[in-house]
Every structure is written in structure tokens, then in C-alpha cells.
């Protein structure tokens, strides 16, 4: 019984990443944000591996993250914290 319910979890994670990637590509952000959001996704993919249900609780989070608009920044000196 315990199998059935990882099988289901890992199901929907992977279909979960495969939406968040989809997202994070149809963003319209400066493209160091969508590597940075790329990279996260791919954490939380390796992760899975690990610990799925952390993975799952990891993957909820950034999108909760990206739907509210609450972005990685992008490097020093790109104009977007304020700085010249």
C-alpha cells in the first residue's frame, strides 16, 4: 500500500515539474531569472531522487513563489534593486 502512495506522489511531481517548467519558459523576466528559476527546478528534480515528499513541499513552495511574483533578483548593477 505504501508503494502505491510514492508511485502516486512521485507521479505527481514529475507532472508538477513538468508544468513549472513550462511556466518558468513562458515568463517574461530577464533571462538570468528564468536561469535561476531553471536551476531551482532542477534542485528540486536531483532532490527528488532523495526525498520526494520534501521535494514535493520544495516544489509547492517556489511556485507558490513565482504565481505571487516574488522572483529570484538578478546580478548586481542590472538596474532592478536599485542600484546604477
Known amino acids: 500500500m ?3 502512495g ?5 507521479d505527481r511531481v514529475a507532472a ?3 508544468d513549472a517548467h513550462r511556466m518558468v519558459r513562458a515568463l517574461q ?4 531569472v528564468r536561469q ?3 536551476r531551482k527546478l532542477l534542485i528540486i ?5 532523495q526525498d520526494l515528499p520534501g521535494a514535493a513541499r520544495r516544489l ?10 516574488r ?3 538578478g546580478p548586481p548593477g542590472d538596474g532592478r534593486d536599485g542600484s546604477p
Not at 510514492?6 to 512521485?10: D, F, M
Not at 523576466?29 to 538570468?32: G, R, S
Not at 513552495?61 to 505571487?68: F, H, I
Open 29 to 32: 523576466v530577464p533571462e538570468d
Open 36 to 38: 535561476a528559476l531553471t
Open 6 to 10: 510514492q508511485l502516486e506522489l512521485y
Open 71 to 73: 522572483l529570484p533578483p
Open 60 to 69: 509547492d513552495r517556489l511556485m507558490e513563489d513565482v504565481e505571487a511574483g
Open 45 to 49: 528534480t536531483a532532490a527528488a531522487k
Open 2 to 4: 505504501e508503494r502505491d
Open 16 to 18: 508538477r515539474l513538468k
